[in-house]
T-cell receptor, first 113, second 114 residues
Framework: ETGVTQSPTHLIKTRGQQVTLRCSSQ?????VSWYQQALGQGPQFIFQ???????GRGNFPPRFSGLQFPNYSSELNVNALELDDSALYLC????????????FGSGTRLTVV | GQQVMQIPQYQHVQEGEDFTTYCNSS?????IQWYKQRPGGHPVFLIQ?????EVKKQKRLTFQFGEAKKNSSLHITATQTTDVGTYFC??????????????FGKGTHLIIQP
């Protein structure tokens, strides 16, 4: 059983640009969440998708958007990048909507200069 | 907003000593999960607690969920160097819409001195 894979692993972007991060969820998992983790902090919930529909969102502006595809893979898009967007972006998947733990990917380290 | 506080932020112990991290939520939780993140790594799921007053054990690790479902603790007995990392609690708030993103604490960094 493969785990959660994310690409790319590292990325450098310029302020104002747009970025797309990708995630393949673990086999059998149809719920995908995205988190932003600043250095030395806990992950912060961005949003969650279940069966291709966004069903939860944290306190992030609309320039953070996403998609989930029929194979349950997912994308996180960030427009108009700001310096404070520099962080580790983590994708996490789980089976269904019940009481299950999440499997996290290794993350994408985004640096905005 | 909804918050999950975790203390201490850092804990230095000698190898073989015990370790405890505490987690407190500003609101009642549906359930709480614990994760471990090694330096340079990603969070790894340890356990989930759902019931009021629940206690679960995994070898040297003991997890507790408070009666009011607002606090939790993780206790490690006789720490080993492999226990090094940051331990996060992550609360799931009650929501009407079914979405239940995790609200993480800031984590407790466990540093072990041999």
């Amino acid at each position: 059983e493969t785990g959660v894979t994310q690409s790319p692993t590292h990325l450098i972007k310029t302020r104002g640009q747009q970025v797309t991060l990708r995630c393949s969820s673990q086999s059998g998992h149809n719920t995908v969440s995205w988190y932003q983790q600043a250095l030395g902090q806990g992950p912060q919930f961005i949003f969650q998708y279940y069966r291709e529909e966004e069903n939860g969102r944290g306190n992030f502006p609309p320039r953070f958007s996403g998609l989930q595809f029929p194979n349950y893979s997912s994308e996180l898009n960030v427009n108009a990048l700001e310096l404070d967007d520099s962080a580790l972006y983590l994708c996490a998947s789980r089976r269904g909507q019940g009481h299950y733990g999440y499997t996290f990917g290794s993350g994408t380290r985004l640096t905005v200069v | 907003g909804q918050q999950v506080m975790q203390i201490p932020q850092y804990q230095h112990v000698q190898e073989g000593e015990d370790f405890t991290t505490y987690c407190n939520s500003s609101t009642t939780l549906s359930n709480i999960q614990w994760y471990k993140q090694r330096p340079g790594g990603h969070p790894v799921f340890l356990i989930q607690l759902v019931k009021s007053g629940e206690v679960k054990k995994q070898k040297r690790l003991t997890f507790q969920f408070g009666e009011a479902k607002k606090n939790s603790s993780l206790h490690i007995t006789a720490t080993q160097t492999t226990d090094v990392g940051t331990y996060f609690c992550a609360g799931v708030m009650y929501s009407g819409g079914g979405a239940d993103g995790l609200t993480f604490g800031k984590g407790t960094h466990l540093i072990i001195q041999p």
